[in-house]
């Protein structure tokens, strides 16, 4: 991506120029960044609630969902997102259960509702190789994992072991599970076989490698990488997958490339990182050396804006998942990846083209 400062291009449309999971009624907002003359990089594909998006809610719900937030099968507090094709996987904190919205099948069921494995305070969530679903519950002090039917099939945490698991990650290639104990200041690393801690890294401090009440972790699918959000060392730092301290960056202020309340952290496959900030209500986008590279955000409830921004997920299309907690939903965005504009030839013709018509427009 191109160094620049993100501004936001909102096109409004009555039929949607491409296709994808989102509901036609979600898909009339089009966002696209940078504006024109750049490259488009980012776009807005949609945002989801649980059953209120296969209803036929008033068009103004699509911009605050006031009317839907909480009710029935809808998130109230939702936090760590992650998602397989065209089915969401959302903790929500209030309610304590994991809701899965199935975008293609119109419908909303649960993760850890019954007694088995049954959920408190669920924060983070990430896939394993065989398709079962970890999700860590910071009241209960364990992770559990569940099978697609929703049997309870792992649980990890121990008395002690834990004294507030949040963000989790898992190295797929390797078949390991990083999970963030924030107030230990540490990442506790598993063997997802057999459940055996393997290592942790990280302690309270302020060096390198040392951590002060970190919260979430991704995993750059390129090498391994672990990154994780020290939160109130207002910085992320980027470890190997041994855990060996490899760099950081972020500081305490609010100019770009600098935190006051980073949360939510993801990684493309291109090795972008996007790092939410609750403060700011934004979401920067660094390279993986740490320079930044775009932002987008603002406090507000109309698509492209937020309130209290959480987790982020990064799927293996470069569709980029934003948790908006406080407005009770998640966001989507499609990276504009190399590998995408390969795939979708046409819709990234007529991407350009409306950054095109958009340039014309301005000049005129």
């Known amino acids: 991506m191109k160094r620049t400062v993100l501004y936001l ?125 970890y999700v860590s519950d910071s009241k209960l002090r364990k992770v559990f994992g569940y099978a697609k039917n929703g049997n309870l099939v792992f649980a990890i945490g121990e008395k002690g072991e834990f004294r507030r698991p949040s963000g989790i990650a898992i190295n797929q290639k390797l078949n390991r599970l990083y999970v963030v104990d924030t107030k230990s200041h540490n990442v506790k690393v598993y063997d997802l076989k057999s459940g055996k801690l393997l290592f942790e890294f990280g302690k309270r401090g302020i060096k390198e490698g040392e951590f002060n009440f970190p919260t979430n972790i991704a995993i750059d699918p390129r090498n391994g990488n672990v990154a994780v959000v020290d939160t109130q060392n207002f910085r992320v730092q980027i470890f190997d997958q041994e855990g060996e301290f490899l760099t950081k960056f972020g500081r305490l202020g609010d100019a770009p490339g600098m935190f006051a309340r980073p949360k939510g952290i993801g990684i493309d496959t291109e090795g972008h990182i996007y790092v939410a900030d609750a403060a700011f209500n934004n979401v920067q986008i660094f390279d993986d050396k740490g320079t930044v590279l775009l932002y987008f955000g603002g406090a507000g409830f109309a698509p492209g804006k937020f309130y209290l921004p959480a987790g982020i997920y990064a799927d293996e299309n470069d569709r980029i998942y934003i948790v908006d907690s406080f407005n009770a939903r998640v966001q989507v965005y499609q990276y504009v990846s190399e590998a995408w504009k390969k795939k979708h030839p046409e819709e990234y013709r007529k991407l350009k083209m409306l950054e095109s018509t958009k340039k014309d427009e301005k000049t005129e």
């Open 9 to 133: 291009l909102s096109t409004i449309l009555l039929l949607s120029m491409f296709t994808g999971c989102a509901p036609q009624k979600q898909q009339e907002v089009r966002i696209i960044m940078p504006p024109p003359p750049e490259e488009p990089r980012l776009f807005y594909v949609g945002s989801y609630r649980g059953e209120a998006d296969f209803t036929n809610n008033k068009a103004l719900d699509i911009f605050i969902g006031e009317e839907t937030k909480g009710s029935g099968k809808n998130l109230f507090k939702p936090y760590g997102v992650a998602a397989k094709g065209d089915v969401l996987y959302v903790t929500d904190t209030a309610l304590g259960i994991v809701f899965v919205i199935d975008i293609k099948n119109k419908k909303v069921t649960f993760l850890g509702d019954r007694p088995a494995g049954k959920l408190a305070l669920p924060v983070g969530i990430a896939f394993g190789p065989d398709g079962i679903v």
